[in-house]
């Protein structure tokens, strides 16, 4: 189900992307959906920090700034603290290089919803099952469906 990103009401329709309750629209961005409020469409500083953000995000994917093996043992070791992914859901906010995701599927987590300011970050999944949902101005794709978190088969 879409939630509408100014006034929060559920059963956004998926077809039209308008919510009867405020009339905000979902937009395009190069073809692809744009789910942003309407303050963050006009915000100059939300902008500015989406932007600023993928060129760390683009620097780091060329040179991690952190040793890409402790990150994937922290993804390792995080999903030993959650129960079982398998055949579930799962939902990673704040992705990074996206070893978590990476490992959740490796688990057998049946889809990921990702969430990210960083395209680029974002972009070294697409190929994968994964939901992406972009927080900014440009977007790879944008996830849909937000899923109601509740379920049995949802983590």
Known sequence: MLVCPDCAVYNLPQKTGTCAACGWKSGQINGMDDFLSTADRKSGLFEGYSQNYEGLAQK???K???DRRFLRNQAKNLLRYIPDVKNK??????IGQGFFCEEALAAGAEKITAVDVAVSFLAR??????DIVVIGRKAVNVATELHNY????RT
Request: glycine share 10%; net charge negative.
């Open 150 to 153: 509740q379920g049995a088969n």
């Open 125 to 130: 999944l697409v190929m994968r099952p994964v």
């Open 64 to 66: 991690s700034n952190i």
């Open 60 to 62: 780091n994917l060329e």
């Open 89 to 94: 859901h799962v939902c990673d906010v704040g």
